[in-house]
């Protein structure tokens, strides 16, 4: 009989993820013995749980190690990623805090479920093997899913959560089943093992035939998670109905994980075939630019609209996934940052610009037509200077956050020999640039219609001005975060 | 190395006055206005210290301040003056106060934040300026825009939704293909040289090496797209339109047309970039750009003869200028280039003292129209004598400033191996036409029979009449001793024009 060895743990790796899923776990036994009107506590304790964890990863920088049978890994790229999904579930439940009570619908379940969908971020990021980056992608998709359909005394809102499982349901079929052709293919699920048997050369035509139908599945599957075109269907309406912190936690924080596990995928499976790839994922890329740019032109209704919007991101964030994948020297390197700087400027940017939504919003009436932001400015002047920072940010108008993260996925792109869809990017650039300010000139610029909103709670106030402020830092002073993201580089 | 960075005190002081005006209680107007004045007229002072430490004898970038930015990019902030940047610096910092104070009592609501956008604005105007950095120039060069399309749009006039948003639409769009062409020379410089910066200086000195060569294609290419950014922003025809919906809608007192439109960014930007960086393409490309320049001239000219408003007139006659300009900076001459940039500043300030008449005009009526005036000389002699001055000197009659610099642009166009007498004279006819239209203006306005409603109308206030000699002094002082505006800038100009002659000659 052999003897069963039970392989060392190297914990380091797994830190974040135990804190941040034990916590949620605790957090769930907690939760009832805390009374019904005094849910925020929870909230508060959640916020703790994130703190901490992000805490916990300081000392870990540097290391990179692989744990589980190579199934889980921490390097910079991952730890960066993880300390970005921590702020974003951090602002979220921030910014929930004082939406759930006005919306009747404050449950303590809320925020250990935010935990637990950062949990899945985490796994996304650090994931090293296909059968993670599954795992991740369902559990945050299952946590989502509930979360999406939290506000259930609007019908809107179950039916997004509704519409989201059953898209949601379909992508991750196609994952499965990329995920098998893949080990049909190479006979392995590591990432780096895949690439290595590709370096090698040894596949032959039919097995690399598999490898490439089980990828463009996987790319699909993952597609849909970040809202990519012609993927992206479900995104206006799912926004639209959620609860309006989760449709930020959507925007930012599933888009971004969605995102850290397909570069991974890409760059460290799937390098050897970029020239096929590239291509592809270039013409997805402005056919997400597009359809989210145009679509977001159209609306009238500004979760909608930045429903859109984030589609059209998606697209940006794809130039720099495809320079990751270039063979060769600094224009991997940029892209691998392009893509990380773009994702933090992005998630503060976008939080905010839900922030402020939730501060308009009153109890069981939306306050998302264009409308309602009419005469912002004279209303509440902090509010609406708040937006427009997010505005000019998602435009790409320096000196705000937004504008580097575009500078450096054009920069990188270019340097990948994909100049044509950079000038394709700007032109579209600045076509979006018109529905931003849009929203700007109906707040500064038009008379009043509704009465003052809601005072602002000091929870949402903080929140707000955290993001904000973050935009406007990181655009006046964008070094410290380009050299967080200079100094990861995947598997380093 | 100077040991006090006085352009970047020039550079910030008015960035931390407007944050001064926002931290005042909303009420408190009066200390609103003295801390908005103090901070423009002390960064007008360290202007004037800047022109001082100038030195007019040597050629290239002076008194340069820089800090790294992001290191790793290559990016810093490095700020500094040559002979065509102080004069637009120097024209900033003076029309900063005069801006300040002419908006005294005409801006009905929300002063403090007219005061704060303006003193934002003329920190981003001068980051424009002083920038020898490319991105911190694409930096300044957007963050003008947003005040700028805020003035307008919160404080103008009826269509001022419409006007502020095709404002910052059509200027963004632009903008986002010079944001491409600094990519692409950034990293086409890096990767010939090794050298990763967006230090205007070392890319212009590894072109003129030949550490940096491009090929024609490319050359072309980046020199497009940094023309169609600069060409939107000038505005050059027919890339215009947006620029006399701004003038039309901003408000009717003057101010923003005076600091946020006549300040000629993107005349500037082809300049710096477009003819330094590329003087064979430049040389190409002239002709053609020499057309489009003429037709401005022409067609806005014609176009200005036509409007019976009085700020669409001045709108027009402004893109006329600009043509005139932009025909002096394609010359690809000393005297071009030269006289463009003197054009730059002179029409400024005449064009900028006629839209505060304008202001000062529909104050008094209540109607931009021109067939509401009339006969205004009898009840206001002195605001009369002035408009008289300044219309002058705007139509470019010998003695006064504009004539100085339109001839000078003339006499380069005329000189110029690729433009020539064929650009030339339809250029002086533009400037006929420019006597044409603002000379029936001022009949319409001040001469004829006076209507019952302006019989009354006050002369001159003691505010009005300030910020009338104050811009009257230079068109007087320039025109009769041109030198003191042409002698700083020569050296500089010399060296462009000498960086173009290889080109010139072998055509």
Same mark, same amino acid.
């Given at each position: 009989m052999t003897e069963i060895i039970i392989p060392t743990i190297d914990w380091r790796v797994a830190t974040q993820l135990s804190i941040i899923f034990g916590w949620a776990s605790v957090l769930l036994v907690i939760a009832l013995f805390v009374p019904r009107s005094r849910t925020r506590i929870v909230g508060y304790l959640a916020i703790a749980g994130a703190i901490v964890a992000a805490a916990a990863g300081i000392p870990l920088w540097g290391v990179n190690a692989e744990t589980f049978s190579s199934m889980l890994r921490l390097d910079a790229y991952s730890l960066t990623l993880n300390w970005l999904f921590l702020a974003a579930a951090a602002i979220t439940i921030v910014l929930s805090l004082d939406y759930l009570p006005r919306q009747g619908i404050e449950r303590s379940e809320y925020y250990v479920l935010v935990l637990f969908a950062t949990g899945g971020m985490m796994l996304l990021a650090q994931g090293a093997d296909l059968i993670i980056l599954f795992l991740g992608l369902e559990l945050l998709s299952i946590v989502l899913y509930v979360l999406t359909g939290f506000a259930y005394p609007r019908n809107a809102s179950e039916e997004a959560g509704m519409k989201y499982l059953l898209i949601g349901a379909f992508a991750g079929g196609f994952v499965v089943f990329g995920i098998a052709l893949l080990y049909g293919a190479t $006979?392995?699920?590591?990432l780096r093992i895949i690439g290595e048997t590709l370096a090698q050369q040894v596949l032959t035509l039919e097995e690399r035939t598999y490898l490439l139908a089980g990828a463009a599945l996987v790319v699909v599957g993952f597609g849909y998670k970040v809202a990519m075109a012609p993927f992206h269907m479900w995104a206006p309406d799912v926004y639209e109905g959620a609860p309006t912190p989760i449709a930020g936690l959507l925007s930012v924080g599933s888009k971004a994980a969605g995102f850290a596990a397909l570069l991974r995928f890409l760059v460290e499976a799937l390098a050897g075939e970029w020239q096929i790839w590239a291509p592809v994922l270039a013409a997805l890329a402005i056919a997400t630019l597009a359809v989210g740019n145009i679509g977001a032109l159209t609306q009238h209704n500004v979760k909608r609209m930045l429903a859109y919007s984030s589609i059209g991101h998606a697209g940006y964030i794809l130039f720099g996934v495809i320079a990751a994948g270039a063979? $060769? $020297?600094i224009a991997g390197q940029r892209g691998v940052e392009g893509v990380l700087l773009y994702l933090i400027a992005y998630t503060f940017t976008n939080l905010g610009a839900f922030g402020v939504l939730i501060a308009l919003e009153h109890r069981g009436e939306a306050a998302w037509d264009m409308g309602d932001l009419a005469g912002l400015w004279n209303r509440r002047p902090w509010l609406a200077v708040a937006m427009a920072v997010c505005m000019l940010s998602l435009a790409g108008v320096?000196?705000? /956050?937004g504008f580097w993260g575009k500078f450096y996925v054009f920069t990188a792109a270019w340097l990948a020999g994909m100049g044509w869809i950079t000038v394709i990017g700007v032109v579209i650039a600045s076509i979006a640039a018109f529905y931003y300010l849009r929203i700007i000139a109906q707040m500064f610029m038009a008379e009043p219609v509704?009465? /003052?909103?809601l005072p602002i709670d000091r929870a949402l106030r903080v929140g707000l001005a955290l993001a904000t402020l973050g935009v406007l830092i990181l655009g006046f002073i964008p070094t410290p975060a380009i050299d967080l993201v200079q100094r990861v580089g995947l598997g380093s | 190395m100077n040991s006090v960075p006085l352009l970047s005190i020039m550079i910030w002081l008015p960035a931390l006055g407007a944050l001064a005006v926002l931290a005042l209680p909303r009420e408190n107007v009066a200390a609103q206005r003295s801390v908005s004045l103090g901070a423009a007229l002390l960064a007008l002072a360290s202007a004037i210290g800047v022109a001082f430490l100038f030195d007019p004898a040597r050629a290239g970038f002076q008194l340069v301040e820089s800090i790294a930015w992001v290191p790793s990019w290559g990016i810093s902030y490095t700020v500094s003056v040559d002979g065509v940047s102080l004069w637009l610096v120097l024209l900033t910092a003076f029309l900063t106060p005069v801006a300040l104070v002419a908006s005294w009592g005409t801006v009905e609501r929300q002063e403090r934040a007219f005061y704060a956008l303006v003193l934002f604005l003329a920190s981003g105007l001068f980051g424009v300026f002083t920038a020898q950095d490319m991105l911190l120039f694409y930096v300044s060069f957007e963050f003008t825009l947003i005040p700028t399309a805020l003035l307008i749009g919160i404080w103008g006039g009826v269509e001022r939704r419409y006007a502020a948003i095709k404002f910052f639409a059509y200027t963004f769009s632009g903008s986002v293909f010079l944001l491409l062409g600094i990519i692409g020379l950034y990293l086409l410089h890096g990767q010939a040289t090794g050298v990763y910066t967006f230090d205007i200086a070392t890319i212009l000195a590894s072109l003129q090496l030949g550490t940096l060569r491009l090929d024609i294609g490319t050359e072309r290419l980046i020199f497009g797209l940094f023309f169609i950014g600069f060409a939107v922003k000038a505005p050059i025809w027919p890339f215009h339109t947006w620029m006399t919906t701004a003038h039309a809608e901003? *408000? !009717? !007192?003057g101010v923003v047309d005076i600091i946020g439109l006549l300040v000629k960014i993107g005349a500037y930007g082809l300049i710096r970039y477009n003819v330094q960086l590329f003087p064979a393409t430049a040389a190409w490309a002239a002709p053609a750009i020499g057309v489009l320049a003429v037709i401005g001239i022409l067609y806005a000219a014609w176009i200005a003869y036509q409007q019976t408003d009085m700020k669409r007139l001045l709108a027009y006659a402004s893109v006329s200028h600009l043509g005139l300009i932009v025909l002096g900076i394609f010359a690809l001459n000393a005297q071009g280039i030269a006289g463009a940039v003197a054009h730059m500043v002179n029409s400024a300030l005449t064009t900028g003292a006629l839209f505060l008449v304008a202001g000062m005009l529909v104050a008094r009526r209540g109607s931009r129209e021109l067939k509401a005036f009339g006969g205004l000389w009898k009840a206001t002699p002195w605001l009369g004598s002035l408009t008289l001055l300044l219309a002058l000197g705007s139509i470019g009659l *010998?003695?006064?400033n504009g004539f100085v610099s339109e001839f000078a642009v003339l006499q380069g166009s005329w000189r110029s191996p690729g433009l020539g007498w064929r650009y030339a004279l339809p250029a002086v006819l533009g400037v006929a036409l420019a006597a044409v239209y603002l000379l029936h203006m001022y009949r319409t306005t001040f001469m004829g029979d006076t209507p019952p409603e302006l019989a009354q109308a006050p002369d001159v206030r003691p505010r009005e009449l300030a910020l009338l000699v104050v811009l009257a002094a230079p068109v007087v002082v320039f025109g009769l001793y041109p030198n003191l505006l042409f002698g700083p800038m020569q050296q500089s100009v010399t060296q462009i024009a000498q960086g173009m002659l290889p080109f010139l000659t072998s055509r």
């Amino acid at each position: 009989m052999t003897e069963i060895i039970i392989p060392t743990i190297d914990w380091r790796v797994a830190t974040q993820l135990s804190i941040i899923f034990g916590w949620a776990s605790v957090l769930l036994v907690i939760a009832l013995f805390v009374p019904r009107s005094r849910t925020r506590i929870v909230g508060y304790l959640a916020i703790a749980g994130a703190i901490v964890a992000a805490a916990a990863g300081i000392p870990l920088w540097g290391v990179n190690a692989e744990t589980f049978s190579s199934m889980l890994r921490l390097d910079a790229y991952s730890l960066t990623l993880n300390w970005l999904f921590l702020a974003a579930a951090a602002i979220t439940i921030v910014l929930s805090l004082d939406y759930l009570p006005r919306q009747g619908i404050e449950r303590s379940e809320y925020y250990v479920l935010v935990l637990f969908a950062t949990g899945g971020m985490m796994l996304l990021a650090q994931g090293a093997d296909l059968i993670i980056l599954f795992l991740g992608l369902e559990l945050l998709s299952i946590v989502l899913y509930v979360l999406t359909g939290f506000a259930y005394p609007r019908n809107a809102s179950e039916e997004a959560g509704m519409k989201y499982l059953l898209i949601g349901a379909f992508a991750g079929g196609f994952v499965v089943f990329g995920i098998a052709l893949l080990y049909g293919a190479t $006979g392995s699920m590591n990432l780096r093992i895949i690439g290595e048997t590709l370096a090698q050369q040894v596949l032959t035509l039919e097995e690399r035939t598999y490898l490439l139908a089980g990828a463009a599945l996987v790319v699909v599957g993952f597609g849909y998670k970040v809202a990519m075109a012609p993927f992206h269907m479900w995104a206006p309406d799912v926004y639209e109905g959620a609860p309006t912190p989760i449709a930020g936690l959507l925007s930012v924080g599933s888009k971004a994980a969605g995102f850290a596990a397909l570069l991974r995928f890409l760059v460290e499976a799937l390098a050897g075939e970029w020239q096929i790839w590239a291509p592809v994922l270039a013409a997805l890329a402005i056919a997400t630019l597009a359809v989210g740019n145009i679509g977001a032109l159209t609306q009238h209704n500004v979760k909608r609209m930045l429903a859109y919007s984030s589609i059209g991101h998606a697209g940006y964030i794809l130039f720099g996934v495809i320079a990751a994948g270039a063979p $060769g $020297g600094i224009a991997g390197q940029r892209g691998v940052e392009g893509v990380l700087l773009y994702l933090i400027a992005y998630t503060f940017t976008n939080l905010g610009a839900f922030g402020v939504l939730i501060a308009l919003e009153h109890r069981g009436e939306a306050a998302w037509d264009m409308g309602d932001l009419a005469g912002l400015w004279n209303r509440r002047p902090w509010l609406a200077v708040a937006m427009a920072v997010c505005m000019l940010s998602l435009a790409g108008v320096p000196p705000t /956050a937004g504008f580097w993260g575009k500078f450096y996925v054009f920069t990188a792109a270019w340097l990948a020999g994909m100049g044509w869809i950079t000038v394709i990017g700007v032109v579209i650039a600045s076509i979006a640039a018109f529905y931003y300010l849009r929203i700007i000139a109906q707040m500064f610029m038009a008379e009043p219609v509704r009465e /003052a909103p809601l005072p602002i709670d000091r929870a949402l106030r903080v929140g707000l001005a955290l993001a904000t402020l973050g935009v406007l830092i990181l655009g006046f002073i964008p070094t410290p975060a380009i050299d967080l993201v200079q100094r990861v580089g995947l598997g380093s | 190395m100077n040991s006090v960075p006085l352009l970047s005190i020039m550079i910030w002081l008015p960035a931390l006055g407007a944050l001064a005006v926002l931290a005042l209680p909303r009420e408190n107007v009066a200390a609103q206005r003295s801390v908005s004045l103090g901070a423009a007229l002390l960064a007008l002072a360290s202007a004037i210290g800047v022109a001082f430490l100038f030195d007019p004898a040597r050629a290239g970038f002076q008194l340069v301040e820089s800090i790294a930015w992001v290191p790793s990019w290559g990016i810093s902030y490095t700020v500094s003056v040559d002979g065509v940047s102080l004069w637009l610096v120097l024209l900033t910092a003076f029309l900063t106060p005069v801006a300040l104070v002419a908006s005294w009592g005409t801006v009905e609501r929300q002063e403090r934040a007219f005061y704060a956008l303006v003193l934002f604005l003329a920190s981003g105007l001068f980051g424009v300026f002083t920038a020898q950095d490319m991105l911190l120039f694409y930096v300044s060069f957007e963050f003008t825009l947003i005040p700028t399309a805020l003035l307008i749009g919160i404080w103008g006039g009826v269509e001022r939704r419409y006007a502020a948003i095709k404002f910052f639409a059509y200027t963004f769009s632009g903008s986002v293909f010079l944001l491409l062409g600094i990519i692409g020379l950034y990293l086409l410089h890096g990767q010939a040289t090794g050298v990763y910066t967006f230090d205007i200086a070392t890319i212009l000195a590894s072109l003129q090496l030949g550490t940096l060569r491009l090929d024609i294609g490319t050359e072309r290419l980046i020199f497009g797209l940094f023309f169609i950014g600069f060409a939107v922003k000038a505005p050059i025809w027919p890339f215009h339109t947006w620029m006399t919906t701004a003038h039309a809608e901003a *408000p !009717s !007192s003057g101010v923003v047309d005076i600091i946020g439109l006549l300040v000629k960014i993107g005349a500037y930007g082809l300049i710096r970039y477009n003819v330094q960086l590329f003087p064979a393409t430049a040389a190409w490309a002239a002709p053609a750009i020499g057309v489009l320049a003429v037709i401005g001239i022409l067609y806005a000219a014609w176009i200005a003869y036509q409007q019976t408003d009085m700020k669409r007139l001045l709108a027009y006659a402004s893109v006329s200028h600009l043509g005139l300009i932009v025909l002096g900076i394609f010359a690809l001459n000393a005297q071009g280039i030269a006289g463009a940039v003197a054009h730059m500043v002179n029409s400024a300030l005449t064009t900028g003292a006629l839209f505060l008449v304008a202001g000062m005009l529909v104050a008094r009526r209540g109607s931009r129209e021109l067939k509401a005036f009339g006969g205004l000389w009898k009840a206001t002699p002195w605001l009369g004598s002035l408009t008289l001055l300044l219309a002058l000197g705007s139509i470019g009659l *010998p003695g006064l400033n504009g004539f100085v610099s339109e001839f000078a642009v003339l006499q380069g166009s005329w000189r110029s191996p690729g433009l020539g007498w064929r650009y030339a004279l339809p250029a002086v006819l533009g400037v006929a036409l420019a006597a044409v239209y603002l000379l029936h203006m001022y009949r319409t306005t001040f001469m004829g029979d006076t209507p019952p409603e302006l019989a009354q109308a006050p002369d001159v206030r003691p505010r009005e009449l300030a910020l009338l000699v104050v811009l009257a002094a230079p068109v007087v002082v320039f025109g009769l001793y041109p030198n003191l505006l042409f002698g700083p800038m020569q050296q500089s100009v010399t060296q462009i024009a000498q960086g173009m002659l290889p080109f010139l000659t072998s055509r």
